[in-house]
């Protein structure tokens, strides 16, 4: 039976690759409907990352940690029970993702048309109606063999976009069990903020439009009008919610996250150290090409817009007792270790791999796909080799020749080293793809 049971998943493996390429095509004939007005190569691209050095730049970077104290956390933990770790919520993973085979042809609109998506499935509509869809982080950002513990993970982000007033922004991380690629289960965690020194938590506000596992931190971006950039969240501190109800915290009869089993406490954050025109962070990737391992991020831009979104690192900590946080100062202080300028509008992902760095724009109103750029990290004027010209590629496709090729809305990109893949989410599709193909069709 069990054997039986494999050559089915291979044959099922098989249909799901020969129906992904099919739907590229189908996309790539979407994407020749596009107006040469709208859509044709005209130029050259954004060029190359422009490098900002000054410490006027810079210094609008500069976050500052700060710690919930240990006896908050101890005192929240002692209300709701001994915290609980990755796999027992991997246990409650009652929920199963359609593969791409079974998803709708308007979800399939999310896939890029170049690269083709070598992996898709497809959140379920009654669990997701209501919440948008923001960041991905996997097992293989946690830790560099993929991963954790004995189990592969993939964490989706989402954010309430209707329902209640009340409800309005909560934010909640899907829970994959990865460990069969043809099989994934999921369940939720609610995000959550102590509050009164332990005795109760509140709703964590964010769109999660940035999300990075590293080691056993999580680190979520905050929405824009919180002072806090990042906050951080331990994966070893999972508490349960025994009350299932709609409010969030400390109810009659124990706690409740908003109906779900399972709430995730942040531990710490990172506040804007700069000036009221300091960037928020709205993106974040790892880089795992750096020494040490770094936090990639960037800010949104307008389609439209005229000022250029700024990307940057953070180096995290090697110190001992500071495991999976960024890597600060004496007295608290994240400075960035590299910043640049792109010129490319309406950015959304970024991601940071060797001497690449790759920038998703979001399909403006007239089309129906994005842009991923794959972009040079430029020299300063004082090092600039006049005989080298700015580099940046994007897919092309379609008879237009278009770079509209990529994923509608992609809010960030998480890159799983150990397989050589590309993990992000577009509407209710959750996709993934090899770097190498990215690089192969924008070289």
Same mark, same amino acid.
């Given at each position: 039976?069990?054997?039986?049971?494999?050559?089915?998943?291979?044959?099922?493996?098989?249909?799901?690759?020969?129906?992904?390429?099919?739907?590229?095509?189908?996309?790539?004939?979407?994407?020749?409907?596009?107006?040469?007005?709208?859509?044709?190569?005209?130029?050259?691209?954004?060029?190359?990352?422009?490098?900002?050095?000054?410490?006027?730049?810079?210094?609008?970077?500069?976050?500052?940690?700060?710690?919930?104290?240990?006896?908050?956390?101890?005192?929240?933990?002692?209300?709701?029970g001994r915290p609980v770790g990755v796999g027992a919520v991997l246990d409650g993973?009652?929920?199963?993702?359609?593969?791409?085979?079974?998803?709708?042809?308007?979800?399939?609109?999310?896939?890029?048309?170049?690269?083709?998506?070598?992996?898709?499935?497809?959140?379920?509509?009654?669990?997701?109606?209501?919440?948008?869809?923001?960041?991905?982080?996997?097992?293989?950002?946690?830790?560099?063999?993929?991963?954790?513990?004995?189990?592969?993970?993939?964490?989706?982000?989402?954010?309430?976009?209707?329902?209640?007033?009340?409800?309005?922004?909560?934010?909640?991380?899907?829970?994959?069990?990865a460990g069969d690629l043809n099989h994934l289960t999921y369940t939720w965690a609610?995000?959550?903020?102590?509050?009164?020194?332990?005795?109760? *938590?509140?709703?964590? $506000?964010?769109? =999660?439009? &940035?999300?990075?596992? !590293?080691?056993?931190?999580?680190? @979520? #971006?905050?929405?824009?009008?919180?002072?806090?950039?990042?906050?951080?969240?331990?994966?070893?501190?999972?508490?349960?919610?025994?009350?299932?109800?709609?409010?969030?915290?400390?109810?009659?009869?124990?706690?409740?996250?908003?109906?779900?089993?399972?709430?995730?406490?942040?531990?710490?954050?990172?506040?804007?150290?700069?000036?009221?025109?300091?960037?928020?962070?709205?993106?974040?990737?790892?880089?795992?090409?750096?020494?040490?391992?770094?936090?990639?991020?960037?800010?949104?831009?307008?389609?439209?817009?005229?000022?250029?979104?700024?990307?940057?690192?953070?180096?995290?900590?090697?110190?001992?007792?500071?495991?999976?946080?960024?890597?600060?100062?004496?007295?608290?202080?994240?400075?960035?270790?590299?910043? *640049?300028?792109?010129? $490319?509008?309406? =950015?959304? &992902?970024?991601?940071? !791999?060797?001497?690449?760095?790759? @920038? #998703?724009?979001?399909?403006?109103?007239?089309?129906?796909?994005?842009?991923?750029?794959?972009?040079?990290?430029?020299?300063?004027?004082?090092?600039?080799?006049?005989?080298?010209?700015?580099?940046?590629?994007?897919?092309?496709?379609?008879?237009?020749?278009?770079?509209?090729?990529?994923?509608?809305?992609?809010?960030?990109?998480?890159?799983?080293?150990?397989?050589?893949?590309?993990?992000?989410?577009?509407?209710?599709?959750?996709?993934?793809?090899?770097?190498?193909?990215?690089?192969?069709?924008?070289?």
């Open positions: 039976m069990k054997q039986r049971g494999r050559h089915r998943r291979r044959r099922r493996g098989r249909a799901l690759r020969a129906f992904l390429s099919g739907t590229a095509l189908a996309l790539t004939a979407a994407a020749t409907m596009i107006s040469a007005s709208q859509a044709t190569v005209t130029d050259d691209g954004p060029g190359d990352l422009k490098p900002l050095t000054t410490s006027a730049e810079t210094g609008k970077l500069r976050l500052t940690e700060n710690r919930v104290p240990q006896a908050s956390l101890d005192r929240l933990a002692a209300g709701m993973a009652d929920r199963t993702l359609r593969d791409a085979i079974d998803c709708s042809a308007t979800e399939r609109r999310a896939l890029p048309v170049s690269p083709e998506a070598s992996r898709a499935y497809c959140w379920n509509t009654d669990d997701t109606e209501g919440w948008q869809p923001g960041a991905v982080t996997t097992s293989g950002d946690a830790d560099d063999d993929g991963v954790w513990g004995s189990n592969r993970v993939i964490l989706s982000g989402w954010s309430r976009s209707g329902g209640t007033a009340a409800d309005r922004g909560l934010a909640r991380v899907g829970f994959v069990n609610l995000l959550a903020v102590p509050v009164d020194e332990g005795r109760d *938590y509140r709703g964590l $506000v964010s769109h =999660v439009s &940035g999300m990075v596992w !590293y080691q056993d931190k999580l680190l @979520v #971006t905050a929405d824009e009008g919180d002072r806090a950039a990042l906050y951080v969240y331990d994966m070893n501190r999972v508490q349960r919610a025994g009350v299932a109800d709609a409010a969030v915290g400390r109810v009659p009869g124990g706690w409740s996250a908003n109906g779900y089993r399972f709430v995730l406490p942040a531990i710490g954050s990172y506040e804007l150290g700069g000036n009221s025109d300091a960037p928020h962070p709205t993106t974040v990737s790892l880089d795992r090409s750096t020494a040490p391992d770094s936090l990639v991020a960037g800010e949104w831009t307008l389609d439209d817009g005229d000022r250029k979104a700024r990307l940057w690192r953070y180096p995290f900590s090697t110190a001992t007792g500071h495991e999976g946080l960024l890597a600060t100062s004496a007295t608290g202080r994240v400075r960035a270790s590299e910043a *640049y300028e792109t010129k $490319v509008t309406g =950015v959304r &992902g970024v991601l940071s !791999y060797g001497e690449e760095w790759y @920038v #998703t724009r979001a399909a403006d109103p007239r089309d129906r796909q994005g842009t991923l750029w794959r972009q040079d990290a430029g020299k300063s004027d004082d090092d600039k080799d006049d005989n080298k010209s700015d580099t940046s590629e994007a897919a092309v496709c379609g008879t237009e020749e278009t770079h509209s090729c990529w994923s509608p809305q992609t809010e960030s990109l998480s890159y799983w080293e150990a397989t050589g893949e590309v993990w992000t989410q577009s509407g209710r599709t959750l996709f993934a793809l090899p770097l190498a193909s990215i690089d192969r069709t924008t070289g």
